[in-house]
């Protein structure tokens, strides 16, 4: 069975500092790969990452960083010099060879950045 | 390029009631996948449609159905609705039903049921 869990379910920060939000998943699988999304207010769901299960290297996209360890099954994002605008609930999600193209979600952290 | 549309943004039914929500997938994508987000959880699969025919169903029980159309865009059908059915539901699109391909999500429909 696919599980991703998303143990912070709230967290706030100050402007301009780091934070880190954590996602650990389960899967059988030999092939899956990995995803987080963001969530604004507005309710649609933004495309943030893909990561396969077998590229481990670790991706920088601006403020954002990825760290992907296959060794403690946890696929980390930090966001660097936190801004307001980056206020929303991130999502962390799976998929496997196995079973298609269904995404398993976590429960989601709330980042409140306050200025 | 368009985005993913879904139609309506709110919608109240009272139990027992049917409801029919409808979507536009990403212009190439011939993939769409439904999602079912309570409040402060996170997106539940339903179902996926990919060319037209059910391409994988989550654990939703069968009074929750759905289509897909030539033009790739596709409904949500929720009979007998109940108050559990509150929600947001999330229309995804994507490309060959690949796992490794990124879903494109709409802004969903608010489903209130009273």
């Known amino acids: 069975a696919q599980k991703v869990t998303q143990a912070q379910t709230e967290i706030s920060v100050v402007e301009k500092e780091d934070v880190t939000l954590d996602c650990v998943y389960e899967t059988r699988d030999t092939t899956y790969y990995l995803f987080w999304y963001k969530q604004p207010p507005s309710g649609e769901l933004v495309f943030l990452i893909r990561r396969n299960s077998f590229d481990e290297q670790n991706e920088i996209s601006g403020r954002y960083s990825w760290n992907f360890q296959k060794s403690t099954s946890s696929f980390n994002f930090t966001i660097t010099a936190s801004q307001v605008v980056d206020s929303a609930v991130y999502f962390c999600a799976l998929s496997a060879a196995n079973t298609g193209n269904q995404f398993y979600f976590g429960t989601g952290t709330s980042l409140t950045v306050i200025p | 390029e368009t985005g993913v549309t879904q139609s309506p943004t709110h919608l109240i039914k009272t139990r027992g009631q049917q409801v029919t929500l409808r979507c536009s997938s990403q212009s190439g994508h011939n993939t769409v996948s439904w999602y079912q987000q309570a409040l402060g959880q996170g997106p539940q699969f339903i179902f996926q449609y990919y060319r037209e025919e059910e391409n994988g169903r989550g654990n939703f029980p069968p009074r929750f159905s759905g289509l897909q159309f030539p033009n790739y865009s596709s409904e949500l059908n929720v009979n007998a609705l109940e108050l559990d059915d509150s929600a947001l539901y999330l229309c995804?699109?994507?490309?060959?039903?690949?796992?490794?391909?990124?879903?494109?999500f709409g802004p969903g429909t608010r489903l209130t049921v009273l």
């Open positions: 995804a699109s994507s490309w060959n039903g690949d796992p490794g391909n990124e879903q494109f």
